[in-house]
């Protein structure tokens, strides 16, 4: 089956510090790669996508590659804020155990802490 | 306008009470999800409708009862839940099932504590 396999947190940093998180994946078939954001107390937002080998997903300073032959979507922001302190979810869209459509597999999640 | 609007923002209810959340969006999306998240951990999906048909249950106790009214609108309908229900209570949608590049918009959540 479908599993996404994040770095474990909590992740700290300092403000302006390079960010990176790791996420790689097992999918049976040819899946799209999405990073999801949750700040606290809210919903999952969309931070970026890539639905094919190298295809880089980027947004808001934060970016991440679609690596086939390392099955890995690493997220990475070369200078952090205090305002990107949330959970980051990886996750994988793949048509999974018969079914007819994309069900969303997540990762763990990691929680990234910025200090000023 | 990428908003998926969830209704009410925190509920508290008894384990005899009958509640209802409510969800809406007007992307024009067709697919439309409810998904359950406990702390610190991720979503787990729990129904999804399609052209305002369910699609998939994913086993979920039938103390939850999920309705599409029309293609912009799905509800959740609660009754007889246990304290181990307590949890966020996310909707989302996409603009349809058939491809899984289709990205899921997220509401922001019903914080739903049973007692």
């Known amino acids: 089956g479908n599993s996404v396999t994040q770095m474990e947190g909590p992740v700290t940093l300092s403000e302006e510090a390079f960010l990176t998180i790791n996420c790689t994946y097992t999918?049976?078939?040819?899946?799209?790669l999405f990073w999801y954001v949750q700040y606290p107390g809210e919903g999952l937002q969309l931070l970026l996508k890539?639905?094919?080998?190298?295809d880089k997903g980027s947004n808001k300073g934060f970016e991440a590659t679609y690596r086939k032959e390392t099955t890995s979507f690493h997220l990475e922001k070369g200078s952090v804020q205090v305002s990107d302190s949330a959970v980051y979810f990886c996750?994988?869209?793949?048509?999974?155990?018969?079914?007819?459509?994309?069900?969303?597999?997540f990762g763990q999640g990691t929680i990234l802490t910025v200090h000023p | 306008d990428t908003e998926v609007t969830q209704t009410p923002k925190h509920l508290v209810m008894g384990m005899t009470n009958k509640k209802s959340l409510k969800c809406e969006q007007h992307?024009?999306?067709?697919?439309m999800y409810w998904y359950k998240q406990k702390a610190k951990k991720p979503p787990e999906l729990m129904f999804v409708?399609?052209?305002?048909?369910?699609?998939i249950n994913e086993s979920v106790p039938s103390r939850f009862s999920p309705e599409c009214p029309n293609s912009s609108l799905l509800n959740l309908h609660l009754h007889a839940l246990q304290p181990e229900d307590s949890a966020l209570y996310l909707c989302?949608?996409?603009?349809?099932?058939?491809?899984?590049?289709?990205?899921?918009?997220f509401g922001p959540g019903t914080r739903l504590t049973v007692t």
């Open positions: 409708y399609s052209y305002e048909k369910l699609s």
């Open positions: 999918a049976t078939g040819y899946p799209s």
């Open positions: 996750a994988l869209s793949d048509f999974a155990g018969g079914t007819s459509y994309g069900k969303l597999t």
């Open positions: 992307m024009g999306h067709r697919a």
């Open positions: 989302a949608s996409s603009q349809e099932l058939r491809s899984p590049s289709y990205e899921q918009y």
């Open positions: 890539a639905t094919k080998a190298d």
